[in-house]
């Protein structure tokens, strides 16, 4: 079963509640929830205070994405706020594997994320601890950016370390996928799909979530 997790980054947060009801009724498996803080990423979002400002409008698990440098210091904050999942980056953690046991520590799930130019070879040994990985199509940072063609090579890298090391772990990869290469996405063996301008183009969620399952 292939998850959907819509990235509220392109969502209008004027009305992020609302979004946020729509999408689960809408059939989004997650919330992917970005969180920037221009330093690892030249980009600034949201934080501690908003995720905790929509934890109760809904049930669906918060899967949140911190493009921060040195995530461990905040870890225990976003585990207050709501988080079910905690993705870090590789490159912003000189002791990734402890943050991973760190965040499984809270009972909630722990992923690495790998920015565009990172190899997959890298994460090798930690794979049979985790939760999830996160191959990111896109340069961290922004929404609305175009699909790096060689990221399917990297989902497919990790597809194998999967097979061998951790059957379950969820692959998610996150930039630029829409109904035009979410197949290709698949088909390389993500099961976790992030799409923010994706689902959020013209304001048509339930039109867009829809046209992204029927294009896989
Ligand atoms: C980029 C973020 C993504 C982004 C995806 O740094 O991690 O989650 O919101 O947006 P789209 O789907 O528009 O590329
Ligand atoms: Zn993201």
Redo the contacts with the bound molecule.
Sequence with gaps: MIKISP?I??ADFSRLGEHIRELEACGADMI?I?VMDGMF?PNISFGIPIIKSVRNITKLPFDV?L?IEDPSRYVEDFVNAGADIITVHYEADRHIDRTINYIKSFGIKAGIALNPGTPVALIKDLVSNLDMVLIMS?N??????KYIKYSSNKIKEVRDLADIYNKDIMIQV????DDTNIGEVVKSGANVI?????VFKNNEIEKNIKGLRSSI
């Design positions: 990235s980054l392109s992917h970005d990423v994405h493009m896109v961290p940072g922004f929404g609305g950016q996150d930039g630029g996928v992030v799409a923010g301008s994706g």
